[in-house]
């Protein structure tokens, strides 16, 4: 297991663990545990952090958090650092190739992130096969795909979710 974070508030104290995954062993347990929920059939939460762009020239994906509701998990937001983990950032780690192939994937703005995976991994099928962003199902949901893209909180409140997204802020 990676190095664990307590992410609290001053209202709600601890929210949730941040398990930071910075070595190939944390990383493979990481992903070994989302596999397991996924094959339970459980979604997987997946956001990207780094330069986004097809090309990545400013180092690409660094880092990859993931989050499922699966009871045994539900409280850890494992956070994959790309940058120090090699089967990550060349795109040859087995499980997440297999993650990626069959489970569940929800996205939030997920475009450039997706176009980020495939710049930086050609040729290697790292692209999420069964993926729903939730930022398009509330644009169709609120004018029949007319209206504007809005950021995760504000999805968060105006479909009535309890809290905000503070791991968005964390990561800021």
Not at 30 to 39: D, F, I, T
Not at 151 to 157: I, P, Q, S, T
């Amino acid at each position: 297991m990676g190095d664990i974070y307590e992410m609290r508030n001053e209202a709600q104290g601890v929210l949730f663990d941040a398990e930071v995954c910075d070595d190939e062993r944390s990383a493979q347990s990481a992903l070994s545990r989302l596999e397991h929920a996924a094959k339970q059939n459980y979604a997987i939460a997946l956001d990207l952090e780094g330069d986004l762009s097809p090309q990545g020239v400013d180092g690409g994906i660094r880092l990859m958090q993931m989050y499922t509701d699966y009871s045994d998990y539900c409280d850890t937001v494992f956070v994959l650092d790309l940058n120090k983990v090699p089967s990550l950032r060349e795109g040859r780690n087995k499980v997440l190739r297999r993650l990626f192939q069959t489970a569940k994937i929800v996205m939030h703005g997920m475009d450039n992130d997706l176009r980020a995976l495939y710049g930086q991994f050609p040729g290697v099928d790292l692209i999420p096969k069964r993926v729903v962003d939730i930022q398009k199902v509330d644009q169709q949901r609120r004018e029949n795909g007319s209206g504007t893209l809005r950021g995760l909180n504000e999805v968060l409140g105006a479909w009535g979710c309890a809290g905000r997204n503070y791991l968005k802020d964390w990561f800021k």
